[in-house]
């Protein structure tokens, strides 16, 4: 008996230190991915996992993306900021998500198969590394 | 004979439940509105009992024939293969895990739960052939994890109450 205590004891202990180990390494994700991020200055669309279009973050649009599967997902980009502003998914989660402008946000409508991905392109005055 | 029936009717109960449960978190998503994918996996409460109750194969069953009825009822096909992987990822990793008898119902759940979101993640990485979904990943990690503890909790608090009543389960 006193033995079956001291397992289930030291169950939980492994199990304080396990939910501990994750969240410590979800709290250094979101560090590395939230607030370590620079703003990206261009939009990046994709369709089915095909590029779609580009779009600069500096200039206010709206555009809607026709999807696969005959859906409609509209794009807008105001003040620096893309999200997507309505959408014929059934889930509206693309709708509801936050507006992305750092570098590697993104929104993604599964149902739709259509992801929206801030990216940093070069400004061209930057120095290009490769070549 | 007779315990096949009890048997057959005991995972019926249980799949109902789960079902239940199911409905009960969709009707929890307004909740979180900014948050995409987030779901406390109530469903898991009924998993991790059977699992520890019945074993392994009817915890499967129980699992498979939810997410099966689940997506007819309140999903599509293109969530169904989402939530496929998620369960089965999800059912692999706590299978194991009991095994391995290193931590209690809560761990497994935890770990049931996250997996539940990598699976779906991954799923959702190679149906759109793309790698940004890291983002899902952190969030989905840490409100799988929390949610996971209190489903095990739950789950625990079910196994041990219904130690008594064991004609039944
Ligand atoms: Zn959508």
């Not at chain 1, 198969?113 to 590394?129: A, F, L, M, R």
């Not at chain 2, 969709?26 to 009924?46: D, R, S, Y």
Request: net charge positive; with cysteine; proline share 3%.
């Amino acid at each position: 008996m006193g033995d079956n205590k001291k397992n289930n004891r030291n169950k939980i202990r492994n199990d304080i230190i396990f939910v501990a180990v994750l969240l410590f390494a979800a709290v250094v994700g979101i560090l590395y991915l939230f607030v370590f991020r620079e703003s990206g200055n261009t939009v990046k669309v994709t369709r089915g996992g095909e590029l779609y279009g580009i779009y600069s973050l500096s200039e206010d649009i709206t555009e809607d993306i026709h999807t696969v599967n005959g859906g409609l997902n509209r794009l807008v980009i105001k003040d620096g900021k893309a999200f997507v502003d309505s959408a014929s998914c059934p889930d509206g989660i693309c709708v509801a998500h936050p507006p992305v402008f750092r570098n590697g946000e993104s929104i993604v409508c599964l149902p739709n198969k259509v992801v929206v991905t801030v990216i940093s392109e070069n400004d061209g005055d930057s120095p290009d590394i490769i070549a | 004979m007779k315990n096949k029936a009890k048997n057959v009717a005991f995972l019926g109960l249980c799949t109902a439940l789960a079902l239940i449960l199911a409905y009960v978190e969709l009707l929890l998503q307004p909740l979180f509105p900014t948050i995409p994918g987030i779901k406390m996996g109530l469903p898991n409460i009924i998993i991790i009992f059977l699992l520890y109750k019945r074993g392994a194969v009817p915890a499967i069953w129980v699992s498979f024939l939810r997410m099966v009825l689940v997506s007819i009822l309140f999903g599509n096909v293109m969530a169904f293969s989402y939530s496929l992987a998620g369960g089965f990822l999800s059912m692999l990793v706590m299978i194991v895990l009991k095994r391995l008898n290193l931590m209690s119902e809560v761990g497994v759940s935890v770990a049931g739960g996250v997996c539940h979101n990598i699976g779906q993640i991954l799923m959702a990485m190679l149906l759109l052939e793309t790698v940004e979904l890291g983002y899902y990943m952190v969030i989905l990690t840490v409100t799988g994890t929390i949610a996971g503890v209190l489903v095990g909790l739950c789950g625990s608090m079910l196994i041990k109450h219904t130690k008594k009543s064991s004609k039944y389960c």
